[in-house]
């Protein structure tokens, strides 16, 4: 098996599981459940790695792809630390009310 | 790849599969935050640890800038502001997408280690990546009222959008065939117009729709990116986000009645209000009732229900709605919130507002479990929500809303709407509740409305 063919079915099984997983959230949480798969997307900091820390030596093209790479990294964190963030102050929202909640 | 470094990837997937998990009920739902934490960080240092990474300092400054930023806009944003901050974080994700890809490209044809599924890989990282990152763009400035909500739409544009398909498509294969740079900047280019084209000719009311749409994008965008490193992490969790956002698309076009395909090429806001409204708002009258009369049956009810929409957000009146709820229990009388899918820009925007609010989420109930229920209500109160509560809906064929799931107010004894006068909802369409015998409206702006309920009825 090539390695696209193995990367294309760990792809098929991910979107089964996907599938499962999502179908399980409750409704109530879907705005949480938007802003957490918006941090795990940061998950493109990976690339962006991969591509800024490139052994930059022998090649023309050095700063412009450390340049991008950078770019990159910035969006990615924005995105991991915003999206985590977020979704942690709105969870805690949710969670307080459950103590109050009883009551009503 | 070493195989520390696989085993470390895996764990970071398992973990982000928990964390989704976690959010099957509020009680679990941080402790799935904290598992998808774990996770991203694990994966970042994994990827350090990959040889390929020499040079650490742009990596260093990127994240603590990113992190920075983000943190920043996390802890400001206003809850109802929400759409907006997943819009324009989804289109970081796709520019991302878009200079990985290119740097890739980069990197490996210095390196001399181009071959045709790598191009492939590449073009298509580059188009989801390009479109999702304009796409959002685009949704982000009508969210946040920097461009015009309303659907634009021209003769000839489905005919446009598709000969600049095929133009990008031509420049890809060429791309791939003969790597030129110039194909390549040229297909770039076409993806980001048709990004921008696609959302711009989707009405602001179908935003719900929008908004999960572009949210799979960014999970494909970075499974294929995930494709062009041979990266497994950004495979699994590329596909999981994508079809999160799929599902969420799906669940929303569902409660409009309509298909996905329809609401991207619909252009449905676009319909002139006015040519719906005309002939029917005529001949019938509506009751006006005043703050004291729902005063009168809301303290001599048992059970009370508020369906809220975006117009609450907009007033800002879940605080006051939130007060209403203290002073009823006082009276023992049981108040809920009744949401329907689509209420508000988002999904779940409602429940983030009424939760912010001080709402207990016990006491907020989504549609198919609350619709049972209005038969037995005493008062309905709908506060900003539309289209959502017209009976038309179910019983008028020929409405262009006709077939949507709806919140069942009408069955309830009294219904009180406020509103700030008779324009119709995002549909255009007229909403046959207002004339039935049950219905009485309060006319006023939502907050003010709600916060004389609430002092009328603690002096009651």
Known sequence: MTEAMIAFYVFVLACFVGYMVVWGVTPSLHTPLISLTNAISG??????????????DEMESIGST???????ITLASINIFGGFVVTQRMLAMFQKKKKTGETA | MTSQISLLYLLSGALFILGLKGLTAPASARRGN???MAGMALAVLATL???????YGFIAAGIALGGGIGTLIALKIKMTAMPQLVAILHSFVGLAAVLVALGTYANRAALGTLNTTLMWELFAGILIGAITFTGSLVAFGKLQAILSPRAISFPG??????????????????FVAHESILSLAMMTLLALTLGAMLVMAIGGADMPVVVSMLNSYSGWAAAATGFTLHNHLLIITGAIVGFSGA???????RAMNRSIVNVIFGGFGAQSADDAMEGIVGDK???AAAIDDAVFMMENASNVIVVPGYGMAVAQ????????LEALADKDVNLHFAIHPVAGRMPGHMNVLLAEADVPYENVIEMDEINPRFSGTDVVLVVGANDVTNPAAKSDESSPIFGMPILEVDRAKQIFVIKRSMKPGYSGVDNHLYYSENCSMIFGDAKEVCEGLVSKLKAA
Do not use: W
């Open chain 1, 43 to 56: 998950i493109i900091i990976v690339g962006a790695i991969l591509v800024a820390g490139f052994p930059s």
């Open chain 1, 66 to 72: 450390e340049i991008m790479g950078f770019v990159a």
């Open chain 2, 34 to 36: 904290y598992f998808a």
């Open chain 2, 49 to 55: 640890m990959n040889s390929e990474v020499t040079s």
């Open chain 2, 157 to 174: 544009r489905h005919v446009l959008n598709g000969a600049l398909f095929l133009c990008m498509i031509a420049f890809g294969v060429d």
């Open chain 2, 247 to 253: 599902i969420l698309s799906y669940i929303m076009s």
């Open chain 2, 285 to 287: 009258t509506v009751k």
């Open chain 2, 317 to 324: 009146a879940q605080l006051a709605l939130s007060g209403l």
